[in-house]
């Protein structure tokens, strides 16, 4: 186990697995998610645009894109980010 894997863990354990000999091992890791600020290289919308029919349109058209491309994360967070 790593430092960093080390100093973030709540609680290990293991536990006897059904039908075979191994043991299940349980490993229980606080990952601290950094709070995204705003500042250079963000973007914030605009909420007058949403007034304007054709950028209400496009910004829609851009949302379900995104929303589509969810499936292809294994992490929310990721998806979300990027």
């Known amino acids: 186990m790593t430092k960093i894997l ?3 863990k709540i609680i290990s354990t ?3 697995s ?3 000999e191994h ?3 349980i490993l229980l890791i ?3 998610i950094p709070v995204l600020r705003r500042g250079r290289n963000e973007w914030k919308l605009n909420a007058r645009l949403l007034r304007d029919r054709g950028s209400f349109e496009g910004f829609s ?3 379900e894109r995104w ?3 969810q499936p292809r994360y294994t992490d929310l967070n990721l998806w979300w980010v990027e």
């Open 6 to 8: 080390a100093t973030n």
């Open 61 to 63: 058209a851009l949302m």
């Open 14 to 16: 293991t536990v006897a």
């Open 67 to 69: 929303k589509g491309s």
């Open 23 to 25: 043991l299940v091992i």
């Open 18 to 20: 059904v039908f075979t």
């Open 30 to 32: 606080d990952f601290h």
